[in-house]
């Protein structure tokens, strides 16, 4: 296999970057599922809030409103005034479900983002029908773990909580031949019956603007953040070029002086013989290994005299040998 030439430190800048996406994406995923998290606790708080009002409403059974004329009423009545005036006095009643459909129009005028509505898969009042995600929800909270479900609609965040039918509500939502005769009335006797105690009654719905967290991502990375993932990176990179690209270049320098014989000194100064740093130990076996090449090398040099001196010594007395036959 070809290895690649590249050096330690590009490679390791390119594994950073790759690094970093992998991190980036997986902030990003952290980040939508925090942002999810708090768009669901936003239509959470909404859902308490209209839930509290209509318990506060139900808690006289309905609230009287004093008024001139209403077209949103359940039943009214009329007095005459103490002080011999003319003019009698209105007084409109308003049960919780309607009184919070009252709250969730003003809301829905307001500068509120979050909008809210009750609705039901059989609506007493037809302005209260369901839109596709509320049909939708109103089919799924039933199976849904805590009667809760959501879902992103056209760059809203939908969110929709069951709302149960207690004892309390058969009396206007059960059998319509039982049904108060104000009731009656105003919504006739064809919708918003039949139910039972337990029955789904419907959802309360809230609809929350979303961002896009992608559109947005600079309202969440500013430069303190860049900073903070550049500074990561070049103490990566720091400790890369130091700790190892620096010695591992020391060492390559000794070997090749090791490989032409020439005796430059290798620094081990302050390196423990324990240590646990490799590139240490490295270092320490390779100044040790320089140290026996060294020593083989002096006793080859000795040896290689020796053997000429001997050499020599043969020589002579092969010479003088001969001389010596050539005299007799
Ligand atoms: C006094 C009679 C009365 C009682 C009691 C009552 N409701 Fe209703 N409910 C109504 C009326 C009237 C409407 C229509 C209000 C409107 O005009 O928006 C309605 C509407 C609703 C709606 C909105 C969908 C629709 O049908 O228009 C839901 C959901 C609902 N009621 C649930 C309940 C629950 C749950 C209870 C018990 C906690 C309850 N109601 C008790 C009279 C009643």
């Known amino acids: 296999m070809k290895k690649s030439k590249m050096s330690i430190a590009s490679r390791f800048a390119a594994l950073l970057l790759v690094i970093i996406a992998l991190n980036g994406y997986a902030y990003y995923l952290i ?49 005459a005034q103490l002080n011999d005036s003319q003019e009698q006095v209105h007084f409109f009643s308003k049960n919780p479900a309607l009184a919070q459909r009252e709250f969730s129009e003003v809301v829905a005028k307001s500068t509120s983002p979050a909008k809210f509505r009750m609705t039901s898969q059989n609506v007493m009042n037809p302005v209260n029908a369901p839109d596709a995600f509320e049909i939708t929800a109103l089919s799924k909270v039933g199976f849904f773990s805590g009667g809760e479900y959501a879902d992103f609609v056209g760059g809203d965040y939908r969110y929709a909580k069951a709302v149960y039918h207690k004892e309390s509500c058969i009396a206007c939502h059960g059998d319509a031949s039982k049904a108060p005769a104000d009731v009656i009335n105003r919504y006739g006797s064809q919708h918003g019956f039949g139910f039972k105690t337990g029955d ?4 309360i ?22 900073v903070l993932i550049l500074t990561s990176m070049v103490l990566a990179l720091w400790f890369v070029r130091s700790e190892l690209i620096a010695p591992i270049k020391r060492l390559t320098q000794a070997a090749h002086d090791i490989s032409t014989g020439k005796d430059m000194p290798i620094d081990t100064e302050g390196m423990d013989v324990n240590t646990k740093n490799e590139l240490h130990q490295l270092t320490l076996a390779i100044s040790r290994m320089k140290n026996s090449t060294n ?34």
């Open 31 to 79: 980040l939508q599922n925090i942002y999810l998290q708090e768009l669901k606790a936003q239509a959470q708080t909404v859902v308490g809030n209209v839930e509290a009002f209509g318990t506060w409403v139900a808690q006289g059974g309905r609230v009287w409103v004093k008024g001139k004329s209403s077209d949103s009423f359940l039943s009214q009545e009329s007095f």
């Open 200 to 203: 789904l009654a419907g959802i």
């Open 205 to 226: 719905s809230v609809t929350i603007p979303a961002r896009k967290l992608y559109e947005s991502i600079w309202s969440f990375v500013g430069i303190k953040e860049i």
């Open 295 to 328: 020593l083989a090398i002096k006793k080859m040099r000795e040896a290689k005299t020796a053997a000429v001196d001997i050499l020599a010594k043969a020589k002579v007395a092969v010479a003088k040998a001969r001389d010596d036959s050539q005299d007799k």
